[in-house]
């Protein structure tokens, strides 16, 4: 049994409170919040975890194997430091933090210590993920030729950070677990409606090598909602539409192929391919269950974790670089 | 009665000779092609155009008032110089040339010789983008925030041009109509996955003065079919969905705004507004018919049409910048 | 404050526990259950409540003001019956009763002792209900044509009572909340596909006066999920959407209307008449909380709930009569 | 190369001269109607074409091989029994006769003089019910429970008869064709709207032996167009949306199975499966151009139609016994 604390209970935190709590295989003793009303709020539902308005003394805690850490993001490296520095494993919203030279010296100061990093990319856990993950391992799409996601609705505008630190990272982490190839460099645009210096939409190539491309468009400003990820290769294409109440993820065997033809002026000579669509049934388990257990299980065994420090480092290193993009009008930044 | 002639009737050339047959304003006295066959299969279906290979032959046909440019897009320049100097009014296929150089160039010789340049933007003259055009201009949904447009499909391949120059035109034509200012600059990211050096997936976004962003994606390579345009104001918001059977344009009664909140850790200053929406009725007249009427009141009344040259060099001049900054990897392009 | 008890805390009384427990007018004291595991599960989640697997030994505590009933429907008429005589409000599931005249016992008994019969017909407290009837009360849809109503998914079979039985109170509750007319007869066929006497489908016609025509599809095999409903006017028609995420309502500018036609052979003289579509924006209030209000005011201040007795007397009026008719394969029954 | 002539050309005739005029098989020789606008609409289009006002004289004509029957329903039976007479094939637009009895009379007269009738049931053509039909065929489906077909939409009222007669000819000629048994009996309902006596919303249950149950909702009076067909059987599951653009069938892996309950008394023991879902690539093939290759290639080689007479006279005894049972309000009528 993993024996865990919480740190931060404001907007987020009591997700993963609950979501621990549920777990067979994790305990929480402990939460903290700067504010008292919060943990108040927490004991009416938990009476049995004890609180301190103080972190640090919760990390002090040597019954204590696992911090998570729900704080802004701002302050995510200070207490992630500090907790792996006592000896705790870390797992930490998203995106992990403010920077990726922070990220690295989490990563380093855990690998010291041989502790653990999880980072908060609930999707990775989903149903739909983890099919289309092995619908492109097992090469059923062959080649990837590009991987385009959308997620825009009527949002609540965050106070303190841009569309793509709030919405991307889901996008950013669906995407690097799914191509699995260390991308080349980023290019961004996006625009500030609100003259507070936020982007309130935003669009983002991200240049994989061998001509696989990845766009990802998010949006607090759109009237509807869209959540719609189009995935192509070379022999088939796959599309997951997250808003589909019962058929999320479609395989068409569609593709392209090269035709003779002999009537060169006037048509192509190349054409595509048509044939069957399938609606592969996903899992049903929700993906926090399924997190929580990966979390467990990866630190009583001492395996790494699907979602570790460097899955949370490339979102954050990705962001930067969209970020510097932005500012500079779509230039192009290395990653 | 104009009298018109039409020089290319191969891939679409066709159609325009149909409508223009349709168009109780315009009378088809000439067809040409480099290719017999062709002129042959027109004559199956219009027994009294009389036809040659040679379309230097029918420009110089004095009783002919305009010559419709079918042809492909390399060719427009030549031809359409050729029938401004012999004193034709052009109706030229879209894109209007290959450089926007070559576009300036017709205008100018326009203007000198008082003839009119129409380009074949066809989706200006639907009911849907009318009624939007109608509704922005209107101010009901304020300043407007952002255009953008998803037009993609598995598509046939063009094996001359890339997918922008072939699919964008559509988005930019009606992007330009309905926005009316002029863009600051363009930048642009695309793949090109069969190695012919033609891209078939392309992201361009274009900035506009007062923090107006456009952004047009096309693509080649969907499994499915998407063409939806989301356009976006301070007072109220547009979606177009052109493949609803029905229902394309929806205007919804949604925003932002500031609201002051109690409780500013943790929750956010800013948030949305929502009231209904609705789906105007939209005109139901077939925009070839519409487009043909303006062409012939346009040349019989000498007023300026809907679409003219400089339209048309508008899409060419972006179309330019999207191509130099997708080659530069999202470099932004002047316009 | 209404002081309540819940009897039957199997399937569906946790979420009544959980509504009136929430409510600011209505304070659960006891919770009765067959068995005791049900009792400690409610016991976990409210400690306050005090338990007992004797229902007769709640309804007999002097200071409840309010009993609800939540057991199988074949034992709503006892345990109503013998709350009624103790001097208790009633709340009892849909439907309300086994059969009609049970149905009408318990209104007789409640009217004697000037005590009030609640029916959980929860759909008519949505937003989406209450913004239907209000724009047919208002004339905009103008005198009633239709109603049609289709509620099927791959359902969890009952083991007791068939598909009408399960779904169709939803529809026929919502029916006669908009309509507001007294129904002439039914007919209504079925089919029992796994030989238990308990149909899966049936489809049910309900006749009203003035040509006024309702059906009802119910289906617990159909592989998607359907919750539509077409309600047509003389003037407009409503599509009532019940999966769609945010455009549940729409309300059509369409109808009929007689034109002249000078070509009687192949024209019609009736023809169709579009305008514009709206979606309203409907009261986002859940449904349940509005319900417990209107429960608690209509004890407090003794005025006529929103669904009573008779509403959910009409509800097994017409499951009765549609009972009857698809054992007749169809015969008409009068209501 | 079989030679025709079109009887009818008015509403639906000209489909009818251009489909065989296409056809590589046959060549329409003579048109009749009693309009001589008509013929003159005809002749301007199809030169080559012969016409009369009297079709007498056109059924008289010895080279004819086959006469094409498009006139009023009413004039069905006249008109092809002259033609089966005089020894002509005959095609009859649906529905085939105005009885019953005319449609045995035909059928009849056909046979002893060794003539082959066609009933226009174009659907039974498409790439989505020969689908389907080949789903079926094949076991896929298992055993039929159920076929629920709807065909609604804001319709042109016919002035001669009701919304069954005018659309339930295409779901009743595709359920027979699909399901392949012989109805037992049926049971309709209905309403009139406009006071004529044409019924222009309808519902019809067609009860088949072992359990399988039809349905058919046909409306002209509805906001939306509907045009979806479910048909379940024991082991999978088909929906057929004929108005999605792309991927118009469906075949769903869902199906119910019994499952032991721990918990008999809050549990069922009836549960559902789900597994993926396909969607079919279809036959793309214009399913005129089969009917018409298929007609030709019975004449040809004497062999029995896909859509025969007996196929044309089942849809007019559902007809006449659903028109019977809608004015009985719901009766069964034997078939």
Known sequence: MIKAAVIGVGYWGPNIVRNMSASPDIDILYCSDLQQERLDYINGLYPAIKTSTNFKEIISKPEIDLIAVCTPVYTHFEIAKEALLAGKHVFLEKPMTSTAAQAEELINIAEQKNLKIFVDHTFIFTGAVKKIKEVITSGELGDLYYFDSVRVNLGLFQHDINVIWDLAPHDISIMHY?????????????????????????????????????????????????????????????????????????????????????????????????????????????????????????????????????????????LEAAQESIKARGKEVKV
Chains 1, 2, 3, 4 share one sequence.
């Open 178 to 318: 799914l191509l699995g190839s260390y991308p080349e460099s980023v290019t961004a645009t996006g625009a500030d409606h609100l003259g507070n210096g936020l982007e309130d939409i935003a669009y983002m190539t991200v240049y994989y090598p061998n001509n696989l491309l990845a766009h990802i468009h998010t949006n607090w400003m759109s009237p509807v909602k869209i959540r719609q990820t189009l995935i192509a290769g070379k022999k088939k294409m796959a599309v997951w539409d997250d808003n589909h109440p019962s058929e999320k993820v479609r395989i068409y065997d569609k593709g392209i192929e090269v035709v003779q033809s002999k009537d060169q002026i006037y048509k192509t000579l190349i054409q595509y391919r048509t044939g069957d669509m399938y609606c592969p049934k996903l899992d049903g388990t929700e993906a926090l269950k399924d997190e929580m257990a990966n979390i467990a299980y990866s630190i009583e065994s001492d395996i790494k974790p699907l979602v570790d420090g460097h899955a949370g480092w490339m979102v954050v290193k990705i």
